[in-house]
């Protein structure tokens, strides 16, 4: 006989302060989502109205590097929209054959993010050897100008952005997105600045170049951590070696199987297994003060444990488990 628990540590019988506690924490995590919304949309403001000039200056300038920076702020303006709609689907209640919601949504969001920035960089580093081959004129003034000015709007954007959690690949993939941007400003203003005192152009299209690496980088780790978790991947920093190991430790445990551990979004690991306790003891006990463990040293509250009474062995199942009694 087995039993199937999907429950928090230390849920013995509901207290009036475990509800208002639960309460409080719910309300302090929307005020924090709601504050990530407006930093979000502030900086996705800045970025929709110099997208709108850089493109124009860009063009009259015939600067790739500008053009270069104005797509990346495009795909700025269009990673932030993402993240906004994924954090709105990702506050829907669990419902119907969606057990978990939609908060898969912002890992979907960053994965779009990633692959955007990859297929840029490709782009561009194709135009960028194009024009080292056959360069056309580039008005480095005002490239340096615009490229000064967006290193200013970019600037307020990182520091807008850094405000949110980052601990969401969501809102990283979107930071990350906007700190490209800043660092490819900076290599523009320079290109523009050396065009201009020297008549050299090619070195536009190595600051494309420059940008462009710098969006594979940030592309490829967006690509690579939201893969993890589609993935179903253990969260990075929660090693289920080690994680196995600490649950065999909790005294009455004689083996544990089919270890899974995973992140159903950022911020969210979660973890099943079956536990085999000694006989001696109550199954249920040990399967509390195995989750109490889970939460305070590897803050996993999403926990699914199958308990059984071990044989002589440590393994299998020879008797049922001891029902609790009410604490």
Not at 202 to 220: E, H, P, T
């Amino acid at each position: 006989m087995t039993s199937h628990h999907h429950d928090h540590p230390h849920d013995h019988a509901p207290h009036a302060h475990d509800d208002a506690h639960a309460h409080d924490h719910g309300h302090s995590h929307a005020i924090a989502q709601d504050a990530d919304r407006r930093y979000l949309a502030v900086a996705l403001a800045l970025l929709l109205g110099f997208t709108v000039v850089e493109v124009a200056v860009g063009l009259i300038a015939g600067s790739l590097a500008l053009i270069s920076d104005a797509g990346h702020l495009l795909t700025d303006a269009a990673a932030i929209a993402l993240a906004l709609w994924a954090m709105s689907l990702a506050k829907r209640p669990a419902s119907g054959s969606y057990t978990f919601g939609l908060k898969r949504a912002e890992i979907l969001s960053a994965q779009i993010n990633g692959l955007s920035l990859l297929l840029l960089s490709a782009w561009f580093i194709i135009e960028a050897v194009v024009r080292l081959i056959t360069p056309p004129r580039v008005d480095g003034a005002l490239v340096t100008v615009v490229a000064t000015v967006g290193i200013g709007v970019n600037l307020v954007a990182v520091w807008v952005m850094s405000k949110a959690n980052r601990q969401s690949l969501n809102v990283e993939g979107s930071f990350q997105h906007i700190l490209t941007d800043l660092y490819a400003f900076i290599a523009t203003a320079v290109a523009g600045a050396i065009v201009w005192w020297t008549g050299w152009n090619r070195v536009d299209s190595i600051a494309a170049l420059v940008v462009a690496a710098l969006m594979f980088k940030a592309g490829y780790a967006l690509v690579r951590d939201s893969g993890r978790v589609f993935l179903e991947a253990a969260p990075r920093g929660l090693n289920p070696t080690t994680i196995g190991q600490a649950m065999r430790a909790v005294d009455g445990i004689t083996a544990v199987e089919d270890l899974h551990v995973w992140e159903v979004t950022s911020g969210m690991p979660a973890l099943s297994a079956h536990l085999f306790v000694n006989r001696a003891l109550d199954c249920h006990d040990t399967r509390r003060e195995v989750q109490a463990m889970l939460a305070e040293r590897f803050a996993i509250t999403h926990v699914t444990l199958q308990t059984d009474h071990a044989d002589e062995d440590g393994r299998g199942t020879r008797a049922p488990c001891a029902f609790s009694h009410a604490h």
